[in-house]
């Protein structure tokens, strides 16, 4: 039997099973940063960039969990090894952990900690979605700015997020765009955006996750030939683009066929979206970027 | 023998034990909302405001917790009576709660709910510090911008104010003044700032939560003549004020003696800081605003 796996204090359980106390700062702060990971056909997809982007947002935020990289890499894999998954999301999350005593508030006396689960490979935008092409609406809520939380980090403070994603809803989006305080386009909730325009590829620059498909997009682009760029991007360029695109690690590449409601380019998914898209799939396939789980289980 | 009590899941049960499953947007999404409510002689504070705050804040982020406002009074009183302190902070909290499939990213489909938990009254700056007087540090980490996420909606997105916490303490701070990305002083890690100049009491408007203590000491300046305003500050106001105090549910007021580790004033706590203080507890003791733990038990 296949099922989602946790690894929480130093035990492998059932993820339905791994819990938190509510009292840890780690919940009552959201004082935890995360990555989350993929793996296909049992091979995880560019593991060192995520471990590296892990130890960054741990690191940014005076968190050390109690594994080094090498432990955390076999924690990951055991996690989707046990799920009996051959493709899954492996999220890897660094705690705060508890305060010292009930009443302390100094996170500085918190014994910091590792948490990991493994769950079925899953789509930040359905997968019935992506495959028709989505509609994104560009939202009132803007992005939470770098000066005060670095989206390098990768952090649960989503609230920003979530208050877009539910914007788009009620605009009759299927997910959200958000810009930052000064109206450049940032990125979605769980996702960066690319547009494509006489043939070159763009994305924005700063105030985002930099996302590790993002970072591969770029790789590709270049292996097709296709010029691609990170710069600033406005909203207007987006509406008025040939295609555009969005990119997760749980999800991959996913076609924008509409913006606010209304038809991008032709109102079908690109053909550039569609060849990169086939590229990324084809070359994982291949075992490109790909570690495989049984390498790192101890 | 008493203990922190919370109540989760339709039960009562020891704080220790409340805990919530790692795969809830609760918790991976930050996407819940508070309130904090002090109880002191076995009376609750301003219960009505902070029910209100609560509601607002639930509303604002469109949950619904599964119990009406005099059942969640019941609650909150319930949990406050079981731990057999007679000073208490009660947390309440809307939870978005488990997505209806463990792939969704959904909130839509979420089954809401509400946590409480009831623990002996804490102070977000410790008590010895606070009496000795405390050293805030204007940090550069900026608070989140409103058009972000709403600070009047108490939520646990704190990364801004951890930030703002660890910065201060690495510049020699007991805790933190975060300004929002415009320059203007906002609040500090779960407290609201006042300052004093000439007699007159002056506290930041807009982009910070609208404490209810901060609401209480416009009560207090008015019941002893002394004017008072809500109104933009920037740091060098702050700076050059003769008394600063911070005030917050977890531990009233705290005057401030030091700005960036230099003096503020006479380098000692303010007397109108005081003569609010004093005039605050005396009033509390006497029950103002005051509703008995034992009137809302069912």
């Known amino acids: 039997m ?9 035990e492998f359980v059932p993820a339905h099973e791994a819990k938190i106390p509510i009292l840890e700062p780690t919940f009552t702060k959201s004082d935890v940063v995360y990555d989350t990971i993929s793996s296909t056909d049992n091979l ?26 090498k432990e955390i890499a076999t924690i990951i894999a055991t996690c989707a090894d046990k799920t009996g998954y051959e ?13 010292k005593d009930i009443t302390s508030r100094d996170p500085r006396t918190c014994q910091n900690g590792l948490i990991a689960v493994a769950m079925p490979y899953y789509y930040v935008i359905p997968k019935e979605k992506a495959q028709k092409g989505v509609n994104l609406s560009i939202v009132d809520n803007k992005r939470v700015p770098s000066e005060s939380v670095d989206a390098r980090i990768k952090n649960f403070n989503w609230m ?11 605009k009759g989006g299927d997910s959200a ?9 940032s990125e979605g909730p769980g996702f960066n955006i690319w547009l494509a ?3 070159h590829l763009k994305t924005p620059k700063g105030n985002l996750l930099e996302g590790i498909t993002r970072k591969t997009i770029f790789e590709l682009a270049s292996e097709i030939g296709l010029n691609a760029t990170e710069t600033e991007v406005y909203p207007e360029e987006l509406r008025e683009a040939d295609e555009a695109f969005t990119s997760t690690t749980a999800g991959a590449i996913a076609a924008v066929v509409e913006i606010d409601g209304k038809p991008l380019g032709n109102g079908a998914p690109g053909l550039l979206t569609g060849r990169l898209n ?21």
């Open 2 to 10: 296949s099922e989602p796996i946790a690894f929480i204090n130093e």
């Open 44 to 69: 995880i997809f560019r593991l060192d960039d995520h471990l590296d982007r892990f130890e960054n947002s741990c690191d940014s935020m005076q968190i050390n969990p109690p594994y080094n990289r």
């Open 87 to 99: 493709d899954t999301c492996i999220t890897i999350m660094g705690t705060r952990g508890p305060y």
């Open 160 to 170: 920003d997020l979530t208050r877009g994603l539910l914007e788009a809803y009620d």
């Open 177 to 185: 765009i958000l810009c930052t305080p000064d109206g450049k386009v």
């Open 197 to 199: 325009k006489d043939g």
């Open 278 to 298: 086939d590229l990324y799939w084809n070359k994982r396939k291949d075992g490109w970027h790909g570690t495989p789980v049984k390498s790192l289980l101890t």
